[in-house]
């Protein structure tokens, strides 16, 4: 039972950090546009991170999953479930980091952005020296809380009968008629977002030298 | 004298902000190391004088060089503004002081000093951190290289931004109310470098509300109220002697 539910949690890991590496800078990107002086790139952005958000990810996921199929006649075979998996999370919580993102850019002062004007900073010097570090440490305690979901949200990989930890649990359960598996599984989500939360309280401490 | 160019030139400017005419024809002169300070109410448009002086913002009509660069020229009423290349050299050629500082709060003070010119000038370090400790000193901020803006006094923020302008060898230095955000014992700190300055023949130009520092420091007050310069000239003409009622009334107001 245990190397079934670790192979599981190896899933579950990869899925997990796959989705932070695409989502954390596509957000940005994301957040960007959301924020363009370009009017019809403002809007479609917004567009997508209301859809993005107002729909779920299960429902994204099964669209992902079969869409190709059944819209384009694409048979993409039996390792697509993984793309359509990471793919989904990806683009799902890029939106959902985009907001956050924008909250911290759009929170700081005007004069930051004037100071570095002055002194000649370009556009993304600023934005990559003056701006981005301090929307870091503003967005901290609400990006924490969207990787901590995040955790949790993996087990959602089981409607495309990808085998991370949850979809393992379940199985083993129904075999074994056992509560047991879903205890095991459980503890090690906790465990596994405990260790989120670590990692979060020592980043926050670290950039706890300086406040504005 | 007359063969000496002034280091910027700022000509019968006006701006808007949404049919608000802020600025009515407004032109100043700054020649090589002179102190100018403008005084006036708030509203009269100092601020905004500077913002455009700065290239904070753009003005509507007039025309705006930097010693031999022409920054925006006016054409038929229309102020036309150069390329990206010439607001960027003009940009070296000025240092504005906030009156709000606007330190970079993530960054340690000589990091607040140091990295533009390290990474917009593109100088050599050891250069810069060699200028950047001889300012601290000169700001009496010995010893404070390693902490952070937020554990400093504003008078000591303050000094660190005009240390951080200073740091860019600015042929002119602007100063936006640099003593308006501090209390009566910092304002001194500060104005005594800003004096020392003088004395060491920055060309200045300060927007500010002490008028007994304008009058000691300044060899050239301008009066702006209602978007024009209403009087302008020595401190003993515009403070002393004022000719305009409107300068009178305000100065009447600042006295003690």
């Known amino acids: ?23 954390l800078p596509l957000g940005v990107i994301i957040a960007l546009c959301r924020m363009s002086s370009f009017k ?9 991170i209301s859809f993005m958000r107002g729909t779920p990810l299960m429902l994204q996921l099964m669209a992902l999953m079969f869409g190709p199929y059944y819209l384009l006649g694409l048979e993409l075979g039996s390792d697509w ?3 359509a998996c990471d793919i989904g999370f990806i683009l799902n919580y890029a939106a959902y980091f985009a907001e956050i993102y924008r909250s911290g850019i759009q929170s700081i002062p005007r004069g930051q952005y004037e100071a570095a004007e002055v002194l000649g900073y370009s556009r993304s010097q600023t934005f990559m020296k003056i701006v981005l570090p301090q929307v870091i440490k503003r967005i901290l305690p609400a990006m924490g809380n969207e990787v901590i979901t995040l955790v949790k949200d993996t087990s959602l990989a089981f409607v495309l009968g990808v085998m ?35 990692l979060l309280s020592r980043a926050e401490k670290k950039l706890d030298y300086y406040h504005d | 004298m007359s063969d000496v160019q002034p280091l910027v ?27 100018v300070a403008i005084i006036g109410a708030s509203g009269g448009g100092k601020s905004t004088l500077l913002r455009c002086a700065t290239l904070l913002d753009r003005f509507d009509a007039g025309s705006l060089r930097y010693g031999d660069l022409v920054v925006a020229e006016d054409k038929d009423g229309t102020a036309v503004y150069g390329g990206k290349d010439v607001l960027k050299e003009a940009r070296l050629r000025f240092g504005l002081v906030f009156q709000n500082y606007n330190l970079f709060p993530h960054y340690s003070v000589m990091k607040n000093i140091m990295d533009a010119p390290i990474n ?29 803006p937020c554990e400093l006094s504003g008078g000591q923020q303050q000094r660190v931004s005009i240390a951080r302008a200073l740091c ?27 004096r020392n300055l003088a004395e060491q023949h920055m060309t200045m130009v300060i927007v500010t509300h002490e008028m007994a520092f304008a009058r000691d420091v300044a060899d050239h007050i301008g009066f702006i109220d209602g978007g024009v310069i209403v009087e302008q000239g020595t401190p003993d003409q515009v403070i002393n002697n004022p000719q305009h009622n409107r300068t009178k009334a305000f100065l009447n107001r600042y006295e003690d």
């Open chain 1, 1 to 23: 039972m245990m190397s079934l539910l670790g192979s599981g949690l190896i899933l579950t890991l990869q899925i997990f950090v796959v989705t932070l590496i695409g989502s």
């Open chain 1, 40 to 48: 019809p790139l403002a809007w479609i952005t917004r567009a997508y």
């Open chain 1, 81 to 83: 479930k993984f793309w």
């Open chain 1, 164 to 198: 991370e930890m949850f979809t393992q649990a379940k199985a083993i359960a129904a075999s074994q008629v056992s509560m047991l598996p879903y205890i095991i599984a459980a503890a090690i989500y906790w465990g596994f977002t405990m260790v989120v939360e670590f």
């Open chain 2, 9 to 35: 030139s700022i000509r019968d400017v006006h701006k808007s902000f949404a049919g608000n005419h802020v600025l009515k024809g407004i032109t100043l002169e700054v020649m090589p190391k002179q102190v």
């Open chain 2, 120 to 148: 917009v000038q593109k100088r050599p370090r050891a250069e810069v951190e060699e200028q950047a400790r001889g300012l601290l000193a000169r700001m009496g901020l010995e010893g404070n290289e390693n902490k952070v």
């Open chain 2, 168 to 194: 860019m060898n600015p042929e002119i230095l602007y100063f936006d109310e640099p003593t308006s955000a501090l209390d009566p014992e910092l304002t001194q700190e500060v104005l005594k470098v800003i």
